[in-house]
């Protein structure tokens, strides 16, 4: 005796189960058989509706897909299908079957509901015949109905997807880390397009200045030098040491060459060019500044712990390569360690006998450098470790404190001068231990304020209480 088959239909609109009617298969090869499927009429005598369950709410619709997409079932189709599937029990019909299009749904609805769930060639054929004719098989649908709300579904749970982790916007420091690598080498560019059409009216500059960022300050500041004998000289050469950073000696220099240079004189209309394009390269430093400034808030409010170890320029680079903070979170110590060296790894793997890399994105921290050569490829693996760590509580955690990083990077400092004094770095137990103890007072501290500010709140809302404040105040 065969099974009675039925189907749930997982729509935009709602769930559903069909019944089929019908005991003739349908094969991939029976070509015919699916060409005449394509027609209701012929289509819908298989099958029958059962029950069919609308969504309350377009967040209820969200829920449920956000739900099947990770394979699990949701309270309303699990009760949906307890409700329907439950009756068909009672009526007699012990022998049957339910056909799903996700055989790892299908898994998680027979471990629950200990349901028997089948999910073959022939189901599938019969949820692709569903899935065309659902607008005129399901109630109260009209044309387009499925289409529109398939369309809307969509665009809500893309926009779930990207907002997954609104507190973890690594996007942006992935994205701010780029332009800053970017912004790094277009402004030495341009500044050595500065230095090559202003150094033909004042040549000695840019041995005096080679700082790009600095050097077209100045260039802008002095203009022509035709011009600067008109000029007070002691206020020229005090705005000169504010732009060198408070360095007189070389900023009277400057001046002093400036009115004395071999250059070539330069007509206004020249200067005009030179001073638009000088002042774009100006505004381009100062907001490469800004910018790093910002990449380093964003560090400290994603990522505190990772920034206080190894840095917010090497921290915000490697959440970059990973792809995001989540992806660094669940790599391994080894992979963060090579991170950046995927081209000298596969170079040495290839060779059988070349040496693997020991460092890739990290090799440019300060205690990599600090270290001896002989030493390096330990503090490496050292220092991925506690990378790996920072990492996966900067992930991991609601509101991280850096005082794990600040933990962590004591022991990599540890580390460090045991290589030259002996003396081991404290465990990480111990290291961990003291950092919890310093979380928790900091917890401590904020309830604190917190109970103070109630209490504030309580007197300021009663003016009884706020009188009698007052009155012992005065006392």
Not at 45 to 57: D, N, Q, R, T
Not at 452 to 462: L, M, N, T
Request: glycine fraction near 6%; charged fraction near 25%.
């Amino acid at each position: 005796m065969s099974k009675t088959l039925y189907l749930l239909y997982e729509g935009p609109t709602g769930y559903a189960i069909f019944k089929v009617l019908s005991n003739e298969e349908i094969g991939a090869g029976d070509v015919a058989l699916q060409k005449d499927l394509q027609e209701l009429s012929t289509f819908a005598p298989w099958v029958k509706l059962v029950s069919f369950a609308p969504f309350e709410s377009p967040e209820n619709a969200l829920e449920d897909a956000v739900s099947l997409s990770e394979s699990l079932v949701s309270p309303f189709l699990h009760n949906f299908l307890t409700t329907t599937l439950a009756k068909r029990a009672a009526k007699g019909e012990a022998n049957w079957e339910l056909g799903v299009q996700d055989s790892k749904l299908g898994s998680v609805i027979h471990d629950s509901l200990q349901y028997p769930v089948v999910c073959n060639e022939a189901s599938f054929e019969l949820f692709r015949c569903l899935r065309l004719h659902a607008e005129k098989l399901l109630p109260e649908h009209n044309e387009g109905d499925i289409p529109r709300a398939q369309c809307g579904l969509g665009h809500a749970f893309s926009r779930s997807k990207v907002k997954f982790n609104v507190h973890r916007s690594d996007n942006m420091i992935i994205q701010a880390s780029a332009l800053a690598e970017h912004m790094d080498k277009g402004v030495n560019l341009l500044g050595m397009r500065v230095k090559e059409w202003y150094g033909w009216h004042f040549p000695e500059l840019a041995r005096e200045v080679p700082e790009p960022l600095k050097y077209a300050k100045i260039a802008l500041l002095l203009g022509n030098r035709e011009t600067l004998e008109e000029r007070d000289a002691a206020e020229v050469t005090t705005q000169i040491a504010d732009i060198l950073e408070g360095d007189e000696a070389l900023a009277a220099r400057v001046y002093e060459k400036a009115v004395t240079s071999m250059g070539g004189s330069m007509a206004e209309v020249d200067w005009d060019s030179i001073r638009t394009f000088t002042t774009r390269v100006a505004s381009l430093g100062s907001y490469k500044e800004s910018l790093a400034q910002y990449l380093v808030d964003k560090m400290m409010l994603v990522a505190p712990n990772l920034t206080q170890l190894i840095g917010h320029g090497i921290g915000a680079k490697l959440i970059s390569k990973a792809g995001s903070l989540t992806n660094l979170a669940k790599a391994p110590a080894s992979t963060i360690q090579i991170l950046g060296a995927e081209k000298a790894l596969f170079r040495a793997l290839k060779k059988k006998k070349g040496n693997t890399p020991k460092y890739g994105l990290i090799f440019h921290s300060s205690f990599i450098q600090r270290a001896s050569k002989e030493h390096r490829g330990k503090i490496s693996r050292y220092l991925a470790n506690k990378a790996a760590l920072a990492t996966r509580i900067d992930c991991f955690m609601e509101q991280p404190p850096s005082v794990f990083g600040e933990k962590l990077k004591e022991q990599v400092e540890a580390r460090l001068g045991f290589f030259d004094t002996g003396n081991k770095p404290p465990s990480n137990k111990a290291a961990m231990a003291e950092a919890l103890e310093q979380y928790q007072k900091i917890i401590r501290k904020k309830e604190r304020k917190r109970e103070r500010a109630a209490e504030d709140d309580e007197d300021g809302s009663s003016p009884s209480k706020k009188k009698k404040k007052v009155a012992v105040d005065s006392d």
